[in-house]
């Protein structure tokens, strides 16, 4: 039993090799089944549909093995299994015909073995950009086929004005949403929390101010509001937060059929960290070791101020700016996307308004360092959730309404798309330039 075809039979049964993708897997790094690969990318390029009857039509011989390990998991073994088999070969290829006239340029011709393999899989970062960019040039036409084929980069928020602006939750980024006690901020997070986990991630969501309890009913509210979870149980409404909350009003056996199914059929998870104590208060720490532990694909930390700093300090500010370095840290270590709330000023919100990038409590070290800041408002009168983005390094700033009810876990967005980031693409003009191309070099 190979990884390969570990990941290939898990692959087809999600239908999309989008996550082989955005882990910087390609068709190259299979060598046991490298026309298997080749047919679900293909099919994924067109946009055709990957079944397991499909599969099986194309390749009767293959074998969908069964496994309960998570794609991207497989995807990092996978890795490691072609880094290996890399440096082995070439260790062996080497020391074959190895004298004392050719060391030098078998010392160089393993050098270059070595320096891909560290590029490919080392954390740390060590590229000349102009000399290596093929493995740029790759890069990109992975990221160009998700496109293509419709699908957001990063991990799905729930929401399309945050997939389109953030282009998803991408690894490395620091997200944080700021808003007032009872604006709807955590019901926020936990919309993206399920968003993530209904795609098949791995979420840490570390909560110190609500309990276990609280938490399971408002994302079970969340799943059973999903139009995919319901049209697979015949669930004509979802299940009420303030029924499961008080134990009333709905069908316990239904709720246990929801419970067995979110068990087997969906494929994500949320690991949920909450505080026991409050004199005991969770660290950044803490975080970064169940990151490692449990390989998190997605870290939630709500608040920030909740968190226990590394040294007691004098003013409040400096110990929310160490805070703060050290879950940016969590985010670029490990290359995973962190979203963490933080208070908003009442003094720094306009009557009426929608938090911004100016209004953080505290300390302005959380909005400095994140990349994304956006702010929620919750107007329970109108039945609507306003967001609003006012920082973005890779975009422009934007503001939208949802359509929201907390009790029943519904949200609708009611503004239009606006902004445009890509480029015009015209496949004539794209001949006629590569041809140019082809003329000046000769």
Not at 44 to 63: A, D, G, N, S
Not at 322 to 346: H, K, S, W, Y
């Amino acid at each position: 039993m190979s990884v390969e075809s570990l990941v290939i039979s898990e692959l087809v049964r999600q239908g999309s090799p989008r996550k082989m993708l955005q882990a910087g897997v390609g068709i190259s790094d299979f060598e046991m089944y490298d026309e298997e690969i080749e047919w679900i990318c293909e099919q994924y390029e067109r946009r055709r549909p990957i079944t397991v009857r499909r599969f099986k039509l194309r390749f009767p011989e293959f074998e969908i093995l069964p496994t309960k390990e998570r794609v991207q998991d497989l995807l990092e073994e996978l890795k490691q299994e072609r880094a290996f088999v890399s440096i082995s070969s070439a260790l062996d290829t080497i020391g074959a015909d190895l004298d004392v006239e050719n060391a030098i340029e078998k010392a160089l011709e393993l050098r270059e073995i070595l320096q891909e393999t560290i590029r490919t899989h080392s954390p740390v970062s060590d590229v000349l950009l102009k000399k290596e960019w093929r493995g740029h040039y790759d890069d990109m036409k992975r990221l160009q086929a998700i496109r293509e084929a419709g699908e957001s980069i990063g991990i799905p928020t729930g929401f399309k004005h945050l997939d389109h602006h953030w282009g998803g939750l991408q690894g490395g980024n620091l997200h944080v949403p700021l808003g007032r006690p009872g604006d709807g901020k955590s019901y926020f997070l936990a919309k993206i929390a399920v968003s993530a986990m209904l795609d098949g991630r791995r979420v840490g969501f570390f909560s110190p101010e609500m309990n276990e309890f609280q938490h399971r009913c408002r994302i079970s509210t969340l799943l059973s509001a999903d139009k995919r979870v319901q049209e697979s149980l015949g669930l004509v409404r979802s299940f009420r937060n303030r029924a499961l909350m008080d134990g009333r009003g709905y069908n316990i056996k239904a709720y246990k059929r929801f419970l067995e199914f979110v068990e087997e059929e969906v494929k994500g998870e949320i690991c949920l960290f909450t505080q026991k104590w409050r004199r005991s208060r969770m660290s950044a720490a803490y975080i970064e070791a169940r990151v490692e532990e449990l390989g998190l694909d997605l870290v939630i930390v709500d608040p920030i101020y909740k968190l226990r700093p590394p040294a007691k300090r004098q003013l409040r500010h400096e110990e929310l700016g160490e805070i703060t370095d050290q879950i940016q840290a969590i985010a670029e270590g490990f290359n995973i996307p962190v979203v963490m709330t933080n208070q908003a000023g009442r003094s720094l919100v306009s009557k009426g308004g929608v938090p911004d990038k100016d209004a953080s409590h505290g300390s302005d070290a959380p909005i400095q360092e994140a990349d994304f800041v956006v702010g929620v408002r919750y107007y329970e009168d109108m039945g609507l959730l306003t967001v609003k983005g006012s920082k973005s390094r890779f975009g422009k700033v934007f503001k939208f309404d949802v359509q929201f009810n907390p009790n029943t876990g519904y949200m609708n967005e009611l503004t239009d798309l606006e902004g445009e980031y890509y480029n015009r693409y015209d496949d004539e003009k794209a001949e006629q330039l590569l041809r140019q191309m082809e003329r000046e070099d000769g």
